[in-house]
Nanobody, 123 residues
Framework: QVQLVESGGGLVQAGGSLRLSCVAS????????MGWFRQAPGKEREFVGR????????YYADSVKGRFTISRDNAINTVYLQMNSLKPEDSAVYYC????????????????WGQGTQVTVSS
């Protein structure tokens, strides 16, 4: 069992930056692929990016590529999402999730989810 808690969301102006953190409980954190998703009101949950358990594979949705960076520190059971050059369309609730196996761009592949943290980008 893995419990995930996100933090770091807030209100920021367009062009600004935020760093989200996701802290996991459980001793098996390092064996999970971690993903970030977001969901805006009235929209489906959207893949943002993922990072492999040993940081071997990292990729991003096209909408955030070049602006967002995912990293993880297995020693402290934490994964990060650094978001730069934020746009109003980035506004959403951001979730981290943990996955053993599956297609990492699909929410259904993830076994555990955090409660989400709100990011609002003003124009």
């Amino acid at each position: 069992q893995v419990q995930l808690v996100e933090s770091g969301g807030g209100l920021v102006q367009a062009g600004g930056s935020l760093r989200l953190s996701c802290v996991a409980s459980g001793r098996t954190f390092s064996s999970y692929t971690m993903g970030w998703f977001r969901q805006a009101p009235g929209k489906e949950r959207e893949f943002v990016g993922r990072i492999g358990w040993n940081v071997d594979i990292i990729y991003y949705a096209d909408s955030v590529k070049g602006r967002f960076t995912i990293s993880r520190d297995n020693a402290i059971n934490t994964v990060y999402l650094q978001m730069n050059s934020l746009k109003p369309e980035d506004s959403a609730v951001y979730y981290c999730a943990a996955m053993r196996t599956g297609v990492p761009t699909r929410p259904q592949a993830y076994d555990f989810w955090g409660q989400g943290t709100q990011v609002t980008v003003s124009s």
